[in-house]
Every structure is written in C-alpha cells, then in structure tokens.
C-alpha cells in the first residue's frame, strides 16, 4: 500500500512489525547483545547487535521510506555516520565540498580524512564553477543546502548534473530540512546524510546519524562497514528516533511557522543588521529552494550591530537556551563563532560571513509569542545591564 509522508512516519512502508503475537504498537526496544542459534549453519536473520538488531532496523526501514531510498543506516550519530561514509574512499581521492558546511565536517575532513590520504576543495557551490574543480581522482560532491549557518542555497539538481557527467557521488547532507521538506533522491543525489540528533529525533535528548542509499550496491558496502567499525545506533536511541519521528510533520510545520514569526520580528528590530533565512522573498536563493524543497524550514541566522549586542542576547535571553544544536521542541540560540564553527579556518569563516555578530537561531514548537517577546526583552535591555553598555 503506498501511503502518504505522515503515514510513513509512523508505519514506514507498512505495518509489518507486529510479529512478537502480542499486537504490541510501540516498536519494542530489542535490548539484546546477542541472539541463539537454532544450528549450526542457521540464524535468526540476527546474529549479533554490532550487525544488526531488530529496533535499529525498524528506524533504517523508517528513514529509507521518507527518503524513498533503497536503504537507511543508523549510526551513533551524524558524525559516526559521516565518518562510515568516508570509508568508502581511499588515499589519493579528492573531494569537492561546499565551504559552508556543519564545523563538524570540515573538522573531520581536514585533521581525519587528509592524514588518511583525502583531499579536498573547499569552495562555495553557489557561486563558484564547481565543474572546474573536478579532477580525474575527484570522487564526490559533498554538500548542505541550505548552508550551515549562512543558509545559502545550492541547486542541488545542478550539482548532480554535473556529478552525472564526471561519475561522481553526490551526497548531500539533508539535516536541514529533513526529509519532510526535502528530499534528494528525487533531486539527482546519491547518498543522504542525516543528524538524526535534530529533525528526526526531534527532542534534544538522543544522538544519532544516518546514511540513506539508492543503490543496493551502495548499502552492501556500507552494511560491511557498520559491521566492521562498530558504531550502529543502540536499540534504545533507535526507539527514540522512531518515536520522534512520528510527529516529524506536525513538528516541522509549527517550528516553521515560529521561524517565519521570528524572522518578521527581526526584519523589524533596527539594531538586526541582516537576517539569512531562505524564505524571505527576493533573497539569492529563493526561486531555487522553491524548485527543490516544498518549505523553507525553522533555522535562521541574523547579524546584530555589534560584538556587544551578541554576547548581551546570548546571556539575556530568559526562556531561549544558549546550547548548541537545532531541529529540537526548544528553540535555542547558538554563536557559530564559537561553538559548531570553532574549528572552521578563520580566513573561511570571515568569507563566509561568521562573524562575532552572527547568531543563529533554531526555531522550536513553543507560542511563538513568548519566543518573540522574549527576543524583545533581550534587544531592550541592552545598555541598561549594571549601568554599563553591555
Ligand atoms: C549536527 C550536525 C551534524 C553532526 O551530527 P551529530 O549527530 O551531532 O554527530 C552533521 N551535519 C549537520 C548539518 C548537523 O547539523
């Protein structure tokens, strides 16, 4: 039965999982190591939970239907799985990547992957010739769309035509907009990139990563790698994920609709010097995210007037969290600066904009009145702190 995207939220490509005879309608949660042998030469289909475990392979066959991929992986976390990912290359490969990318990755890539023999070219996929930096050992085009945290948004139709041409992977990281808004598979990509930690999980309380695939061929090699290095997702993060994603829909249209409540707000306040959120009309990526995505998501980056007025919202802010992290129910406020974008060369970050003004903010499912208010009562109390200006 081919059912909608809420449907699959909640039953994935159908409701095959009562097999335990209790009709039980929460997944159970397979807290096992091991599994018995009927005889030598025979197996359960599970064999050990390094390999694979009843939970986790629920939430893969969850997160392959709302990609509509071939098949889903589910590491420990985003990191663990993009590190799985880089496996599948080896020393003398080179890799295109987008510069504006999770800090995370650029770390990974630039003091893991090169020591192991990688290369790469950092470039700016929106607005560069991507094409002239194929070499004949290029081997995959890595990007985020929209950007993290510029929120730049890159073609990623384009981007596969060109992968296409010079038989290439193309991979893009779709933590941003999860599945609900954006789905890749249907753009030209490859491989499917999640932080399950945000919009799947959804709750702030659990890590996790993904690696979605369209190829058989694909998943084999990276069901060798799972087995192989170890860091498949534990079958209580995995129940976890599977029950935040059965609100993924309603979740990702409330935090949306605070996003777009937030961004009004700041378009307003005379001392935001710039918002950067795609669904603003007229901004540079607009007509290209309505090509490719049918919402414009609930993260949002702004620059204030000055180094003091960050540092006075980040500490003034009485219901919003300074936390890293996004795509959860509680709305928080992060400085790239100093936290997901630290180990980001500063030569980079200047380009790109990261600057000491520069905040980003991930939308929530709180009354967005409260988030705005309490926004107001940040910008209005700058200056008035101790008698000082901030
Ligand atoms: C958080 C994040 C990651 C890393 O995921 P973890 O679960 O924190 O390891 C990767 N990519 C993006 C876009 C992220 O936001």
Known sequence: METGFATKCIYGNGRDFEKDGTGAISFPIYQTATYAHPAVGQSTGFDYSRLQNPTRQQVEKVVASLEGGADALAFASGMAAITALMELFRPGDHLITDSD?????????????????????????????????????????????????????????????????????????????????????????????????????????????????????????????????????????????????????????????????????????????????????????????RSQASGSGSMLTFEVESRELALHILRSTRLIPFAESLGGTETLLTYPLTQTHADVPEEVRLKNGITDRVLRLSAGIEDAKDLTDDLEQAFASFGKENGNAG
């Open 101 to 289: 990318l999770y800090g995370g990755s650029i770390r990974l890539f630039d003091h893991v992957s090169e020591k192991n023999g990688i290369t790469f070219s950092h470039i700016d996929c929106t607005s560069e010739d991507v094409e002239s930096y194929v070499r004949p050992n290029t081997k995959a085009i890595f990007i985020e769309t929209p950007t993290n945290p510029m929120m730049n948004v890159i073609d990623i139709r384009k981007m596969s035509g060109i992968a296409r041409k010079h038989g290439l992977l193309l991979v893009v990281d779709n933590t941003f907009m999860s599945p609900y808004f954006q789905r890749p598979f249907e753009l030209g990509a490859d491989i499917i990139i999640h932080s399950g930690t945000k919009f799947l999980g959804g709750h702030n309380d659990t890590l996790a990563g993904f690696i979605v695939v369209n190829s058989q061929e694909l998943a084999d090699r990276l069901r060798f790698l799972i087995k192989t290095v170890g860091s498949g997702l534990a079958p209580f993060d995995s129940w976890l994920i599977l029950r935040g994603i059965k609100t993924l829909p309603l979740r990702m249209e409330k935090a949306q609709a605070n996003a777009k409540a937030i961004v009004s707000y700041l378009l307003s306040q005379p001392r935001v010097k710039k918002v950067y959120y795609p669904g603003i009309q007229g901004t540079a990526g607009y007509e290209i995210l």
